[in-house]
Structure formats: structure tokens, C-alpha cells
């Protein structure tokens, strides 16, 4: 069924509400630890989201991956990241670009928001 872009915009708005409730720290360390996910439903009117949830975002980056993170928030571009994590840009590139898959986000911008927000 053709659904109206109001529609589109109120169902994405839900999502998005819904992935940052469940995200807040209180939520998050109420979901299992052990790697299990779970399914949050949510309907507002006749408009109905569901968001599977799994442990808390920064869980699931590798450490290095939280290293490269806390380096992206000093501003030194990805060859400042490389000579102090001693890795090559290239390296640097890929670690930022699985975080941007894992994360979705897609702005270097937002992703330094993110992490100074999360990570502190």
C-alpha cells in the first residue's frame, strides 16, 4: 500500500525517537548484556515501528575502533590519527568507515558529535 510522505516523515521521526529512547543510558543498561538482542514495538495513531535493539552502540565497536573514535574528536584529520596510532591513513579510512556503517551516521561532523556525546 503507497503510503503519503507525511506518513514517510512520521514514521521515520517514530524510529528515530524509538533508536534514541532505547539508547539513553538508562534503557541501555537495562538490555541484556550477553549479546542478545530485543525487539522494542511502538505505535503512535495508525503508524507502528518496531527496532530491534541489541547491546548498547559503543559495544559493539572493537577497541580499536573506540581508539580511533576518541582521536577523530582532536580534529587532527585522518593522517594525524595514523602517525599517532601508528597505522597507515588507509588504515584509518577503514576503521572510520565501519564505524560509519555501524553506527549510521554519515558525516564526519556528526560522528565527532557522537563520540565526544558517548565516549566523552
Request: hydrophobic letters at 40%; aromatic letters at 4%.
Amino acid at each position: 500500500m503507497p503510503t503519503s510522505k507525511d506518513d514517510r516523515e512520521r514514521r521515520e521521526f517514530l524510529q528515530k525517537a524509538l533508536r534514541a529512547w532505547t539508547e539513553s543510558p538508562a534503557i541501555a543498561d537495562a538490555l541484556p548484556s550477553d549479546g542478545d538482542s530485543l525487539r522494542v514495538d511502538i505505535a503512535v495513531n495508525e503508524h507502528e515501528v518496531s527496532l530491534l535493539v541489541g547491546p548498547p552502540v559503543a559495544h559493539r565497536l572493537t577497541p580499536r575502533e573506540i581508539e580511533v573514535l576518541e582521536h577523530l574528536g582532536r580534529d587532527v584529520g585522518n593522517a594525524g590519527i595514523a602517525r599517532e596510532l601508528d597505522i597507515s591513513e588507509g588504515t584509518v579510512a577503514t576503521y572510520l568507515k565501519r564505524i560509519y556503517n555501524k553506527l549510521g551516521i554519515h558525516s564526519r561532523a556528526a560522528l565527532a558529535r557522537w563520540a565526544e556525546r558517548t565516549l566523552g
